[in-house]
Structures are given as C-alpha cells and as structure tokens.
C-alpha cells in the first residue's frame, strides 16, 4: 500500500528486483515465489535510484541527504555517505564495467570513489566560466568513458572521465529549456563508447543526437502526445516510452532511422548571445543542428543529406531585442503566452516590470514627490469617493507626479480613471506604479494628446478604419443611430477597458498588451466592439449604447484575445495601425523624458484661465469669508446679550424660591427634633432593658462553658488513660517481637560460626596437604642439589689433576699462576666461612621468628570464634610461611649459585667454557633455575656471592664491602622482628578486647 519511487532489475538472481517505497524503505522481492525477501531501512526521505553492481551483488540508494551501499547477499549496509545539510546529492550510482562510484552533488561537484577501499579517486574541475549550468540528470557511456549532465538549460555539458576535465558543451535548440532525462543508445559495435544520446526534454519530447557530430538523428513524442519517461533496452534496438496520456508506446530504433519511416527533420534557430559566454567557452559549445550522421545510422538504401538552417544576419540584434531584464526573454514570455493565455499571477509583476523596462529613478521620482499634491488634484476625494484611504492617497500622489511631471495631465479628466487600475495593482510600491502609467502613456496612448481638450481623432479614425474593414455592418448599425467613435470606443480606451472588465479579465489582457506592439491595445479595443456584435446589432438608441460601453458585458474575454490577435495579422498594411504609431520605447534611464506632444498654447491658456479663475475664487470666498464672520460676530454678540438677561431673570428666581424653600426647611426641623427627643427616650429605655438581658444571658453562657469546659477534661482523661493501655500492650507486643528476632538472629550466628569452622577446618587441612607437598619438592631440590654438588666436585677433581698434570709439562712460568689460584682459593674459603657464618645468623633469627610466630598461632587459636580475626591470624600465618619458603629457596640457590660459579671460574681458567654449558644444560633439564630470586625488602644472598667472587675488587675492598653488607642484612632482619612482635602484640590486644560494633 505505498508509493514506488525507484526500481532497480539485474540483481546478481535474476528473479529478485528492488522496490524503494514511499516511506523512505527499500525492499527486495523474488518475481517467481512472489515473496518478499529483504526489507532494508535506514533512509529519512524518500529514495530518488538505485544503482546495481555489474556483479549484482552490492547496490547503491540514493536520497537527497544520504547515500547508503547495500550487500545484496546479506542484505546488510556497508557504508553510508552523509553530507551538509546545505549541499544535497543529486545521484549515487556504480560506473559501468568498473569498480568506480560516482556521486553528484547539488553544487555541482562531482566526486569518484574506489569500490573496495572506498577512497576518493578524483574530483572533477568546476566548468568554465559562462557556462555553469545546475546539474539535474546524468548518463554514463557503457565503456565509463564519458559523462554527460544536464539541468535546466538548454545545455549539456560532456566530461572525460579519464582525462577529468570538460571536452565540450552541447547546446540543444531553443524549444529545449530544461532536461528531465539523459540515456545512451547502446550499439553492439562502438565497444561501449556510446555515440547517441536520448535526451527528454520540457516539451516532453525526446530527441537523439550524436554527440561528436551534433546532429539531431530523430526524435519521438510530441507537444500533443508527450513523453513522461523513457527506458532502452540492453540491445539498443527498442525504446519504451510511458506517454502523459498513460499510454505504453514501444518504439523500434531500426524503423526510426530509416528515411522513409521518418517525418520532416526539425529545423532549429540557433541564436548565440556573445556576451553571455567566454570565449573559453565558446570553444566548447557545439549547436545541435537537424539532419542525420554518418556512422551506425547509416543507411544502405538511400543517402541521408544532413540540413543546417543558415541564421540571419540580423538575429543577433534581434535575439538581443528580445533580451529583457531580469534575465527574460521577450519570445519566450510570448510563446509562454500563448501556451497558457496569460503569465502565473504569482511572477506577473516581475514579467510587467521587465516588458516594460522601467528604469526605477529613485531620485527623479522623489523630486516629483517632494513638490508635493498637485492643485489640481487636491479636492480629488470629493469628485472621487475612495473608500480605501491609502489607495485614494496613491492615486493622489500618483497623478501630482504625473502633474508635475507634464502640465497636460494636470489638465486631464480622465487620467484619473485611466490610473486607478494600475494603482489598485501596485498599490504598494509608488514608484513602479508611477513608471507603469507614464509608461502607459507614453506608448499605449500615442497620439491622444494632439487634439485636446478634444478626443483624439486621429486614433479613433485609425479603429473605426479597421472597424469598417472587418465588420462593415456593424458600423453602418453604429452609423446609423449616430453612434460616433467617441461612444463606442473612447469609453474604452480612456477607462483602459477598466470598466467592463472584471480585474482577472484586465489583468489577462494587458499581459498581451504588454507583450505585443501598442497598436496591440487599439486592436483589442475593436476585438471587443466585433465580439459584441450581437448585443449592439439590437440597440437602436443612443443611450442603450452609451450605457453598453460604460457596464459589464457578458463577453469571453479568451475570444476576444484570439480576435485581437486575428486583426493584428489580418489587417492590411496601409490601414493598420502598427504603421502609425511608434515601437515600444522604454523611459530614460537617471531622468524622465520630456513629454510635450501636446498642444502647449491650450494647455498654457487653460492652466492661466484655471489660475485666474481660482484667484477670483479665492479672492471672492475671501470676501465672502471676512462678511460672514463679520455677520456671525454681530448674531454672537446678540446671542450674549440675550442670554445674559435670561440668567438675570432666572437667578431672581431662583433667589425668591429658595428663600420660601428655606423657612419651609427650619419649620421641619423644629418639628423633626421634637420628634428625635422623644425617640431618644424610647431608646434610652430600649436601651437599659437590653443592656439587663445582655447581662444575663451572659452569665448563662459562661456557666455553661464551664460545665463543657469540665465535661471536655473527663474525656480527655478517659482517652489518655485509654491510649496509656494501648501504648503498653504495643510495647509488650515490641518486646517480645524483638525477642523472637534476637533468638533468630543467635541461630542464624550459630549457622554462620559452624559454616566458617567447617570453611577453616577445609582450608587448613588443604593448606597442610600444600605444605606436605612443598616440603617433598623442596626434599627433592636438596638430593639434587646434593648429587649437583657431588658431580660438580667430583668434576673440579678431575679438573684439577689434568690441570695438575698439563701445568708441570708446561714452563716453569706457569708456578706463580698456580700459587696465585691456590691464593684465591683460601680467599674463597675464607669467604665461604663468613657465609656459613651469616647463614647461622639468619637460621639463628628463623629460628626466633619461628618461636614468636608460635607464640602468635597460640594467641590467635584462642580466639577462633572471631571470624574476622581467624582471618587475619590466617593472613600472617601465610605471609610467615612465605618469608620461610623463600629465604629456604633463597638459600638452597645460592648454594647452587655458588657451586656453579666456581665451576665456572674453574674452568674459565682452564679455557673449558663447553663443560659449563653441558652442566647448565643438564641443570635445566633436571628443573633446576639458575635465577636470582630476591626477596622483597631484604639483601639478596646471591649478591653477596658475587661480591665475594669478584676478580676486580681487592680482599681488603671485598671484607669491607661483606661487612657493610652484613650489618645492612643484620638491620632489616632486626626491623621485621620488630614489626612481627608489634603485629602480634597488636592481634593479642585486639583479641582480648574485640570491637563492640563486630558481629
């Protein structure tokens, strides 16, 4: 139930093709099952193509926000492509036979990407100057050669995708104002360098060209029966068009290039304005003429001539006559016209305004408005009663300027009337409105000012003229009841048609006005007297006449149009009036042409007349004016007078009446306080009995108040006692809540207890297994480390006899070497003294800790109860047994160490280096690390080893170095004895007195 906006086929399985819908979702369908098969999201508006892979595995959607590429396998997104919210995309899609994507923008940039890595490749160039058009439509040669754009306009720009730059700009005849759709015509021998573009256009025609000979092959469609949208098919040989009527036409590209099968070639003008391109471009553009190329349309049959219309020479001035402002064009704005009757009411200013030329001088239109309101314009509500105060105010101002502009108007009676239509439409900007009349006038009405104050004689001759030419019974009608042309067409004219036409019907006829010749007017003038023939055939008095043309007549204005139009064409040269009056010709631009084609003397006379008779009325409504003031100051001063004595007479009234009003008024309040005296009493008397009733009643009302007030007391007492018993039996019931939870509360700690016993009896019992099974390791390491050194000594014998041997077949020099090895041998010895010395020591202070560390176990067994600190007790136990296993492993490698490094230095002397890397390897293979392992915080014994061994210290240096060393080690074996004993100084203290807050 949506919309489809684009279709996509060639799927990499042919059943499957891909619908983009209306609410912006993309879904794929199987043409032979008939079910949906993918359904993809992901677009905010509505998708505009899709474009598929050669492969048909991957596919592209493009919207005007974002592009997204699809996997057509899992139906997955891939990569989406966004962009500013400011610059759209116009079209995403895949290059043929390529892996390259193009993207089109709509600032026209045009980017290509890599497929697999998604890498922008190349950006092609921004086009010349002069020719820069907004890309709307694209199409791609099937080799991925070439590209071509279009947009609205009636170019094409064609670009060379490998060598990324703009080769040439196809101009498309005139009747082509815009491109709606671009597609190569494929051929099976171009090798995919397509030659022939279809190019559907406004008209809703599509024409084929050639693009390297610019010639225009054939076209199908029609303005009666358009094109909406065309496809091609794969071969190139059928085109498939759906038609604006809603018919299916199906085309055959081999019958339209025959020459038999094909109507008349178009013949186009092709018009170059010069100034509009640069020359670089003009080097690009290529016109598009009619006729046929060579090449795959070639016919066997017959010779197809190619025809080329060769321009006048006088188009370029023509072409430029026709250029309006506002980038308009006058045959065009006709040919629109005459399409539609009438220009859009949205645009008809902006087309008036440009067809008219107006030059908007703003500063010679405020001279004209700084003189201010005309005299002759002044009183001009009470001749014309506006009710829209503004429009009367435009209009005022309106026809001062057009007074101050020219005496002649000033002086004119019905340039009122002829205003007041373009004022009402251009009420709101003064200016245009000025410039529309006085352009009006100075074109549409040529002529009408020679004979004044009469009509213009000349003008009405010129219609009844052609009135007579083209309906001689009407005017012999019209003759005969002695119906001049001063009533049957200067109504008209005066009033520009304002008074029989309704405001939709003038607008529509003074957009043909504007866009004709002025003889234009005249002629729609006589249209509408021919159209109205009928009517006036049966009048047969002056008045039925006169009130004809000065009322709203039920008369077709479109007929009335097309009339004109017949008459302009129809009417014979040495009668028209196209011959009599001037072209079109556009005010001045800075200042205001001088308008005098008028008879000065009569205007000046009548303007001096029309002074003199306004002085006289001044000067007599002065007079008038001095007699009446004088009158009405005599009538004001006996109207005082009167007055005056009116008021005297009327206040001795007043007097007397309010003196008999004033003794009636003291007889009153004598008897008034006679009458107060005596209520006075009454009220005294009232007043005592109340005050006695008041007093009683109050005492009632305290004594009662008592009686509640003690009544109040008693149930306040019955309900605190109540609430007392209530408050004790809730506390009991607390108590023994609390009671139940506490018995809950001990089993559960019970529970707990066990579960920890039970915990720490299972981790003990793991823990002795782990202390079993290292002590066995270590027992191992000792027999290895026993048999290490049985072998080793054995070794160092061997050794020493064969050096033994070898020194006393050697020199004699050799003695001082062996006495200096016998030397270091008793440093060695005296050196491994001091170590077993040292390592007493530390078995000594082992041996202590092991004491203290006894003692703390016993402290801490007595307080098992403590989880918390079983814990504890159970983490110092742990880190004490670490320190023991490492010094243990500390000791057993330094003894290792040792033995090998004497080894080592044995046979360093004896140069037998290969022995010592067997044993080591042998070692290795054993299990046995040669590695220091230090101890956190202590002197490795290892160091000290090699400090003993050292060949480059001196025995003094080296018992120095061993001793500072020993009282280091001495130190820090002393500093963890402290801390231990503070440890558990610290646990036995805490153990006596545990923490309240513990549970």
Request: aromatic share 8%; proline share 3%.
């Amino acid at each position: 139930m949506q919309a489809c906006t684009a279709l996509a086929f060639n799927l990499r399985r042919k059943t499957e093709f891909l619908v983009a819908l209306a609410d912006y979702s993309v879904k794929c369908f199987d043409a032979g099952t008939q079910e949906l098969v993918s359904w993809m999201r992901g677009h905010e508006s509505s998708v505009s193509s899709i474009s598929v892979h050669g492969s048909g595995k991957y596919a592209i959607t493009t919207s005007t926000d974002t592009a997204q590429l699809w996997d057509l396998d899992t139906f997955q997104r891939i990569r989406k492509l966004n962009v500013r919210q400011s610059v759209g995309i116009q079209k995403v899609f895949f290059l043929a036979l390529s892996n390259t994507i193009l993207s089109c923008f709509k600032d026209n940039s045009v980017f290509a990407w890599e497929f697999d890595t998604l890498r922008c490749k190349y950006q092609l160039p921004t086009p010349v100057e002069g020719s820069v058009l907004i890309y709307k439509v694209f199409a791609v040669t099937r080799d991925g050669q070439t590209l071509v754009a279009g947009g609205k306009s009636n170019h094409l720009h064609l670009w060379s995708l490998e060598l990324k730059q703009l080769i040439r700009i196809i101009q498309m005849p005139e009747k082509v104002r815009a491109v709606r759709h671009l597609e190569f015509l494929p051929d099976s021998f171009d090798g995919g360098s397509n030659q022939v573009l279809g190019v559907l256009s406004q008209d809703n025609i599509m024409r084929f060209i050639n693009i390297e000979t610019c010639k225009l092959l054939f076209d199908i469609g029609s303005p009666e029966e358009g094109i909406s949208t065309a496809a091609i098919s794969p071969n190139g040989r059928y085109i498939a068009s759906v038609m604006k009527n809603g018919s299916l036409n199906l085309y055959s590209v081999q019958a339209l290039t025959q020459e038999g099968n094909k109507p008349p070639p178009f013949m186009f003008k092709t018009v170059e304005d010069g100034p509009k391109y640069t020359p670089e471009a003009n080097k690009l553009i290529t016109k598009v003429t009619s006729g046929r190329s060579k090449g795959p349309w070639k016919s066997k049959q017959s010779k197809i001539e190619s025809r080329l219309l060769k321009l006048q020479e006088n188009t370029w001035l023509e072409n430029k006559e026709n250029e309006l402002p506002g980038g308009l064009n006058k045959k065009r704005l006709q040919a629109l016209l005459k399409g539609f009757g009438e220009y859009p009411a949205k645009y008809r200013m902006f087309v008036w305004r440009s067809l008219l030329q107006l030059p908007e001088n703003h500063l010679a239109f405020s001279s004209l408005i700084d003189r201010g309101i005309h005299s002759a314009f002044m009183n001009i509500h009470k001749e014309y009663p506006i009710k829209s105060r503004k429009l009367l105010r435009v209009l005022q101002r309106t026809l001062s300027c057009l007074a101050h502009w020219s005496a002649i108007f000033a002086e004119t009676p019905y340039m009122p009337l002829l205003a007041f239509p373009f004022v009402k439409v251009f009420q709101n900007n003064q200016l245009i409105c000025f410039e529309v009349v006085a352009t009006v006038v100075v074109n549409f009405c040529q002529h009408w000012f020679e004979y004044f104050p009469n009509p213009p004689v000349n003008v009405l001759s010129m219609m009844e003229n052609v009135l007579a030419h083209h309906d001689k019974e009407l005017l012999q009608h019209l003759v005969k009841y002695k119906v001049t042309s001063q009533v049957y067409a200067w109504p008209l004219l005066e009033t520009l048609l304002s008074e029989v036409l309704t405001r939709e019907e003038w607008l529509k006829v003074f957009d043909n006005i504007f866009s004709n010749h002025p003889s234009y007017f005249l002629m729609i003038v006589v249209a509408y007297i021919i159209c109205s023939r009928a009517p006036l055939l049966h009048c047969n008095q002056a008045a039925d006449f006169e009130y004809f043309f000065h009322h709203r007549n039920n008369v077709d204005i479109n007929v009335v149009i097309k009339e004109a139009y017949r008459l302009m064409e129809a009417t014979p040269l040495d009668i028209h009036p196209q011959h009599m009056l001037d072209d079109f010709t556009p005010l001045t631009k800075g200042q205001y042409p001088v308008f005098n084609k008028y008879p000065m003397f009569i205007v000046d006379y009548r303007a001096q007349e029309r002074e003199k008779i306004r002085q006289d009325e001044m000067e007599y409504l002065r007079e008038r004016q001095l007699a009446h003031e004088s009158e009405a100051k005599a009538q004001e001063q006996k109207a005082e007078d009167e007055v005056w004595y009116r008021k005297q007479k009327l206040l001795q009234e007043a007097k007397e009446q309010r003196q008999k009003i004033l003794l009636e008024e003291e007889e009153k309040l004598a008897e008034q306080r006679q009458r107060l005296a005596a209520v006075k009493r009454e009220l005294k008397v009232k007043e005592l009995q109340l005050l006695d009733a008041s007093r009683r009643r109050f005492l009632n009302y305290q004594q009662d108040q008592l009686q509640m007030e003690l009544k109040r007391l008693d149930n306040e007492i019955a309900r605190k006692a109540s609430m007392r018993e209530q408050e004790t039996a809730a506390a009991v019931q607390d108590v023994e809540l609390q009671w139940m939870e506490l018995e809950s509360q001990k089993q559960l700690f019970e529970q707990h207890v066990i579960k920890d016993q039970e915990a720490v009896t299972k981790e003990v019992k793991e823990e002795v297994e782990a202390h079993r099974r290292k002590v066995d390791l270590e027992d191992q390491r000792v027999q290895r480390l026993i048999e290490i050194n049985r072998e080793e000594i054995q070794k160092a014998r061997t050794v020493a006899e064969e050096n033994l041997a070898k020194a006393e077949q050697k020199h004699i020099d050799t003695d001082w070497k062996l006495q200096a090895q016998r030397r270091l041998r008793r440093d060695d010895q005296d050196r491994e003294k001091s170590y077993r010395e040292i390592v007493k020591l530390l078995h000594d202070n082992r041996v202590k800790e092991a004491e203290l560390l006894k003692a703390m176990r016993e402290t801490e067994e007595k307080q098992r109860e403590d989880a918390a600190h079983s814990k504890a007790q159970l983490e110092e136990e742990q880190k004490a047994a670490a320190a023991a296993d490492g010094q243990r492993k500390q000791f057993l490698d330094d003894k290792t160490n040792s033995a090998l490094d004497l080894a080592e230095k044995l046979q360093r002397e004896d140069g037998s280096f290969e022995r010592l890397r067997d044993l080591k390897a042998r070692s290795a293979e054993r299990g046995v690390e040669f590695q220091q392992v230090p101890s956190s915080g202590n002197i490795c014994l290892n160091d000290l080893s090699t400090l003993a061994s050292s060949p480059h210290m001196s025995s003094d240096r080296r018992r120095a170095e061993l001793a500072r060393r020993e009282r280091e080690l001495m130190a820090e074996v002393w500093q963890l004895r402290q801390r231990l004993i503070s440890q558990a100084q610290a646990r036995h203290s805490a153990a006596r007195f545990p923490a309240t807050t513990s549970p």
